[in-house]
């Protein structure tokens, strides 16, 4: 569709209320006006227009309410009111092409190499589990696959009010939980006090803290949030990350590490794994199989699904998952980078796609435990490590072509992605890499290996089996430091072992993926407050400046002052190397054609699988 500009004179209508949003969004996506201009529009409407007809409320027709910006903070503190669910699904159907379902039922199987950690959505702390608790569970409001903003999802719509701190979240009438039991502001507070508790396993504790001054149940489908002063990404780091729970199921339980135990999380006791999304839990066998079911009842009937049954199968060698993707025995699989050209080939009913994410690779380091791990304390050691390490060669050869060096930390899709703006660029040096180990007093020994005050510099890196790029990536690491005097001593586990040991700090190196959000926001991982288990701060690192400039990030509600500051955030990171940045990397899967309506892309992976549908098993 060829991008277009908004018509002056339907902007004009909009500004001034002679048209409401939801009129406006319905004309300008029958203009051909793609969903990215229909939302710049609307974020850009003067803080003062209101709609020309704003009586609906959740007392009224759920879901018939008008909205304005989806999810963007507006720079003056004017009150305003958020895209609907309605308008953002209209939005969906203008941005993708939908098939009409030609058959329903059938399943849909996933491939992975590495098992889910849990079935709770407050305790997740990796993607593959998100994969399910994202379609079992609701949050009140969720990222875009348009574009990453935020937009509604178990709330109909918010307002922000005058004093810019206030969100006012109104839920849906018709939500219900799986057992049949009403969705109600209850059971979001209880979620929020679940999240912020004293002794909570959720890794979100920390961002969710920073932000959020208080919360309560207006009634019983509306919910307000005070925020600690106007923010910009206040949404994005409260309400956004925080999956909503039954309070029903999940009251009689502590606070504390029983949770993660707990058969709910588990998915031992399949009556507690209770959401209420399109999907319902049916079994778990930990290590081999997760499958969810179609929920017949969904409260939003656009998102029913048409298929009967989702089934994450884990496959931990990563060969045998792509051969079974390859044969036709799973549907969908990550394609490792080297084998994009051959598993296309191999299949004429297989789709290979790939496309730039907010991911990227790096390895993390305990920088404040010198007795377990002495040898990353020091600034100028972690920089030699980068230097020593040719990651240009690293991203043509492993990744084939399918990722980038990393020059600082905002990966291709954040809005403060600038790599022109870095003030160092490690590029591929061992010469300075051994000046600087030189200078820090680590010396090689007889055997090549440098050595400082009787200690050797040896130490284990975790990574997690089954990840078909780090069979080249880790010896290729471990030859780099090598070749200037370190060693590395590589020990391949199950990603839910490996998560465990860094989130207890049981480790000295670990290699890791992580992905983040569009806005920049990179403080969870290095913000000082952001240790685990409040954040994923798994290497100890901590700076003032930083957090410093932290804080005044969230505050800057200016956009462009705001990116200023989060690059030079990413300049403060990237000079102490808290973690070694590998690549930026690109999403690579394999979809059999048998599979419609299935559209991952960088901003959200299952987003989709409510509209999906199979072609029946011939």
């Given at each position: 569709m060829t991008e277009q500009r908004p018509d002056r004179e339907l902007i004009a209508a909009l500004w001034s209320a002679r048209i409401d949003r939801r009129t406006f969004v319905a004309r300008a996506s029958a203009a051909g006006l793609s969903a990215a201009a229909v939302m710049a529009a609307l974020r850009a409407m003067p803080a003062g227009a209101q709609d020309a007809t704003p009586g609906a409320t959740p007392a009224g027709t759920p879901g018939a309410t008008p909205g304005a910006t989806p999810g963007a903070s507006p720079i003056a503190m004017e009150p305003f009111t958020s895209i609907t669910r309605d308008e953002h699904l209209a939005l969906l159907r203008s941005t993708?092409?939908?098939?009409?379902?030609?058959?329903?039922?059938?399943?849909?199987i996933l491939g992975l190499t590495s098992d889910i950690s849990t079935l709770n959505p407050i305790l997740g702390t990796d993607v593959y589990s998100a994969y399910i608790t994202g379609m079992v569970f609701n949050q009140l409001a969720v990222a875009s696959p348009i574009d990453g903003n935020i937009v509604p999802d178990l709330a109909d719509y918010w307002e922000r009010a005058a004093d810019g701190i206030t969100y006012t979240f109104y839920l849906n009438r018709n939500a219900t939980w799986h057992d049949g039991v009403p969705?109600?502001?209850?059971?979001v507070v209880f979620s929020f006090d679940a999240t912020l508790a004293e002794g909570s396993l959720s890794p979100r504790r920390s961002s969710v803290a920073l932000v959020l001054e208080s919360y309560q149940a207006i009634d019983d489908y509306t919910v307000q949030f005070v925020s600690k002063g106007p923010i910009s990404i206040f949404i994005e780091k409260s309400v956004a990350l925080v999956g909503i729970v039954p309070k029903h199921i999940w009251e009689g339980l502590p606070f504390d590490e029983s949770w993660g135990t707990d058969g709910g999380a588990t998915g031992a006791d399949p009556a507690r794994v209770i959401g209420s999304?399109?999907?319902?839990?049916?079994?778990?066998?930990?290590?081999?199989?997760?499958t969810i079911s179609r929920n017949p009842n969904y409260w939003v009937p656009e998102l029913v699904p048409t298929i009967d049954s989702f089934t994450i199968q884990v496959t931990p060698e990563a060969s045998a998952n792509i051969q079974a993707l390859t044969t036709g025995q799973i549907d969908i699989a990550e394609v490792p980078f080297g084998q994009a050209d051959t598993v296309a080939a191999a299949n004429p009913q297989l789709v290979v796609a790939a496309y730039p994410t907010t991911n990227f690779n790096y390895y993390t380091c305990l920088l404040d435990d010198t007795e377990r791990s002495p040898f990353f304390t020091e600034i100028p050691v972690r920089q030699a490590m980068m230097w020593a390490l040719d990651r240009d060669l690293i991203a043509e050869s492993v990744y084939q072509g399918y990722a980038t060096r990393a020059d600082g930390t905002q990966p291709e899709l954040s809005i403060a992605y600038a790599p022109d703006r870095i003030e160092t660029i490690y590029l591929y040096n061992p010469e300075m890499a051994n000046q600087l180990l030189d200078g820090a007093g680590w010396v090689r020994g007889e055997d090549g290996i440098r050595a400082k005050d009787g200690v050797r510099f040896s130490f284990e890196c975790l990574f997690s089996q089954g990840y078909a790029a780090y069979e080249q990536q880790i010896p290729a690491m471990q030859q780099y430091w090598a070749d200037v005097g370190i060693e590395m001593n590589p020990v391949a586990i199950p990603f839910p072992t490996l998560l465990e040991r860094v989130l207890s700090g049981d480790m000295q190196m670990t290699v890791l993926g992580f992905s983040w959000d569009v806005n920049g926001d990179q403080g969870d991982m290095f913000r000082s407050t952001a240790i685990p288990n409040a954040g994923f701060n798994t290497g100890h690192y901590s700076n003032a400046r930083y957090d410093e400039l932290d804080a005044a990030q969230f505050a800057e509600l200016d956009?462009?002052?705001?990116i200023d500051i989060l690059i030079e955030q990413s300049n403060i990171v990237n000079n102490e190397q808290a973690v070694g940045i590998m690549v930026f990397d690109q999403f690579i899967n394999g979809i059999q054609t048998r599979v419609h309506n299935f559209l991952p892309n960088g901003y959200a992976f299952i987003w989709s699988l409510p509209y999906a549908w199979v072609d029946p098993v011939a």
């Open positions: 993708f092409t939908f098939e009409e379902p030609a058959s329903p039922g059938g399943q849909i969705v109600t502001a209850a059971d999304g399109p999907f319902m839990f049916t079994e778990r066998e930990a290590g081999s199989y997760v956009p462009e002052a705001r």
